[in-house]
């Protein structure tokens, strides 16, 4: 599956984004999405994820009560709602996704197979 994430862009603090993360060649059926970010100088980290199947949601704790992760019917689109930004929330944000990623993996960036190009969303002070 090839995925796009779009949405960034440059925002002052406690400003909203919406990054979208678009699958094609196949659907978000039975997999895992998740979004991660990487800052300059820092390793990817995660942010969110969401169970297809089922639906349920995951985040980091600097996420929680700020991001949500939601996803359309159609199966091919995920998107994550980003507010009350923060300047350290400034990083490149990457989707990605995977049909059989565990539980207790679903925070580790190598465990996805498929993986979008980025988006930089950029906070201000």
């Known amino acids: 599956v090839q995925l796009q994430a779009s949405g960034g862009g440059s925002v002052q603090a406690g400003g909203s984004l919406r990054l979208s993360c678009a699958a094609s060649?196949?659907?978000?059926?039975?997999?895992?999405v998740g979004w991660f970010r990487q800052a300059p100088g820092k390793e990817r980290e995660f942010v969110a994820a969401?169970?297809?199947?089922?639906?349920?949601?995951y985040y980091a704790d600097s996420a929680k009560g700020r991001f949500t992760i939601s996803r359309d019917n159609t199966k091919t689109t995920v998107y994550l709602q980003m507010n009350s930004l923060r300047p350290e929330d400034t990083a490149i944000y990457y989707c990605?996704?995977?049909?059989?990623?565990?539980?207790?993996?679903?925070?580790?960036?190598?465990?996805?197979?498929?993986w979008g190009q980025g988006t930089l969303v950029t906070v201000s002070s």
């Open positions: 990605a996704a995977d049909p059989s990623i565990i539980l207790s993996s679903i925070r580790v960036p190598q465990q996805y197979e498929y």
């Open positions: 060649g196949r659907t978000f059926s039975r997999q895992t």
């Open positions: 969401i169970r297809w199947s089922g639906g349920s949601t």
